[in-house]
């Protein structure tokens, strides 16, 4: 069945058209019960490549939190990236895949008991840290292991922060890199985070002042550093222009190169920015309302089963099936499917009426949706479908 969706100008700059096109051949091919994921290959290539590109001596580890799925991971593995994990489930995932122990760090600063005992048992050697609590934890479980500590730098920019929960000041750091040391782990660098969708250039810029100061207070301690971690937080475009990741990356890496030394090894973290645009859920309208001056769009996907982070801000941009009162758009309330009144995902959406029974597309939401997806009220968490390249 061809189907017609209300695709306008603006679309195109929130994904590239490419991806829009294919996603809707896809959906003129294949009946498939919603809600669904639709991941572009092409597109996860392209940022695969394209990420790192302009920062020298740079690896790049995906955040698998992002999304883990085992045929994402699968197709990135392909393209031999590297891996940043957090818990032995996701290690578990790696495993079956054969991913090698030297592509796989963990900057989770606090890690289970479980997932140390089996990261040391399969020779994943690259942790992070920020307390002396887990400087013991590790010298039980993996002796003389690599490790990096936490920074804390200021989350401003970004609309997803991170900073609250991990990192130590500077004094701190450098104490625990020198605690480290005298218990015999090998502390070989630092990272921090500036915070997930990060969209100001400059909180780049402070983080790395930081890092910078705390690198030389090792030196002047006995410790030479050799590995700065510049964690993730690369943005995407969900209905906004964001500053571009070759922005980021020039300024990032004129920074690096002026200031650390040469052959400094760096690593990047990115989750959202790899798998984020993309991702394109596809659900079905299934109820409308008026209530008050207010119009209701009720939707298949919600809070709870992809989009948790429509409540911490996150605004997508949608496209509706059908081409009833095509000029014409209403505001809209839009919701999820459950009966919770917390799963309410967006208002004030522009957007044509469409009928019951038609799709809606969610732009960017290849990340951080499949990933907080529950089954909350028995509604089903969207199978994820790889458009090949
Ligand atoms: C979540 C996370 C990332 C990925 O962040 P993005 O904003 O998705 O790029 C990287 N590193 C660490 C330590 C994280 O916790």
Known sequence: MLRKFKVEKFHADIIPESTLLRVLKHLDKKHIETPFLLVDCEKVREKAFMIGRYIKNSKMFYAVKANPDIEILRFL???RLGFEISSEGELEILLSLKVEPERIISSNPVKSLKFLKMAASCNVNYFSFDSEEEVEKMVKYVPGCNVYVRLSVPNEGSEWPLSRKFGVELDEALTLLCYAKKRKLNPVGITFHVGSQCTNVYSWNIALDKAKALWDMADKNGIKLTLLNIGGGYPIKYTKNVVSIEAIEKN??????????????????????????????VGTVIGKAKRGDE????????????????????????????YKNTKYK????????????????????????????????????????????SEFNGFSIPKTILIPN
């Not at 002026?258 to 991702?279: L, Y």
């Not at 605004?315 to 099936?321: A, H, L, S």
């Not at 029974?357 to 969610?362: A, D, M, R, Y």
Request: proline share 4%.
């Open 295 to 322: 119009d209701w769009l009720y939707i298949d996907v919600g809070v709870f089963n992809g989009l948790m982070e429509s409540v911490g801000g996150i605004k997508y941009t949608y496209i509706v099936e059908g």
């Open 330 to 373: 209403k505001m809209w309330t839009i919701a999820g499917p459950s009966c919770d009144s917390f799963d309410i995902i967006d208002n004030n959406v522009a957007l044509q009426e469409p009928e019951i029974g038609n799709l809606i597309l969610i732009l960017s939401s290849g990340a951080y949706t499949i990933s907080y997806a």
């Open 77 to 79: 593995n392909k393209l």
């Open 252 to 281: 990032v890496n004129s920074l690096i190169y002026k200031r650390f030394p040469k052959d400094t090894e760096i690593h990047i973290e990115p989750g959202r920015a790899v798998i984020g645009d993309a991702g394109v859920l």
